[in-house]
């Protein structure tokens, strides 16, 4: 009886190494199908991460390109506006100094027609004039340097009224 239980309990000590054996090769050969499984997923994650990073870095380069453009087309066009603006104060600057030495006087027309029915025809021309027909009074120095002011300033604003105009062009996209 000895001899059977040591046999049994041989066999059964066996039959446990081998259940054992068997847990353990199992648990281990599932755990190495899930670490694949882990690792295919990291790999497809970390694939989809790199293609979200390339697009999101092509996108920046894109819009600092458009930015770059714009930053130059603004450079040029703060040139070409500077430029008409200096050339218009130039030209603004001349005539108010040729008005105020006297070579250049600025006069206004009178409509001098008669009342009668000439339907704006004067019948004779004066002898060393240009202009037929038409009355001028010339105009004081002060006043008339005032006015070359006053169309200075308007063309200064419709300089910069242009280049606005220009920008927001160029802004908005629209051409």
Known sequence: MKLDA???GGTLVLMLCLMAGSAWA???WQANTYGQQLAAKETAHQTERTNLANANSALI???QGKRFALEQWLAASDQAHYRAL???KTTQTRLR???ATADLRLSVLFD????TGSDGMQATTSPGRLVHGTARAQLDR???QRII???GDGDQGLIALQACQAYAKEVSGTK
């Open 6 to 8: 040591v046999k049994w």
């Open 26 to 28: 199992a648990w281990e």
């Open 97 to 99: 100094d040729r008005l």
């Open 142 to 144: 002060a006043h008339a």
């Open 86 to 88: 200096t050339d218009a």
């Open 112 to 115: 001098a027609t008669p009342a």
């Open 61 to 63: 380069l894109a819009e």
């Open 149 to 151: 002011g006053i169309t």
